[in-house]
């Protein structure tokens, strides 16, 4: 069983930045492969990046180049630095595990935090 706790959300304006972070329970962090996924109003639930147990690094298109994914398995923890940041990446972001890395999308990753809400205004 994995547990997942979000925080860093809030409001900004276009073009400035957040940083979100996601605690992880559990002594397998570092082996673990994990992701953020995120849900606007009216929309289906997207991945937005995802980082291997080995440091490899996915995003989707409409992220790439202004969002960065990271990870310190020393402190259990999941960064994700979103810059130039626009109306359209406003949603709610979720954390999200997949402990055998076995699935490649992280809406499909099982272990999800409760989420932290993202909104970008123009």
């Known amino acids: 069983q994995v547990h997942l706790v979000e925080s860093g959300g809030g409001s900004v304006q276009a073009g400035g930045s957040l940083r979100l972070s996601c605690l992880a329970s559990?002594?397998?962090?570092?082996?673990?492969?994990m992701g953020w996924s995120r849900q606007g109003p009216g929309k289906e639930r997207e991945g937005v990046a995802r980082?291997?147990?080995?440091?490899?690094?996915g995003y989707a298109p409409s992220v790439r180049g202004r969002f960065t994914v990271s990870r310190d398995n020393a402190k259990n923890t999941l960064y994700l630095q979103m810059n130039s940041l626009k109306p359209e990446d406003t949603a709610m972001y979720y954390c999200v595990a997949d402990p055998s890395c076995s699935v490649v999308a992280p809406p499909d990753f099982p272990y999800w935090g409760q989420g932290t809400q993202v909104t970008v205004s123009s």
């Open positions: 980082i291997s147990s080995g440091d490899i690094t």
């Open positions: 559990g002594d397998s962090f570092s082996t673990t492969c």
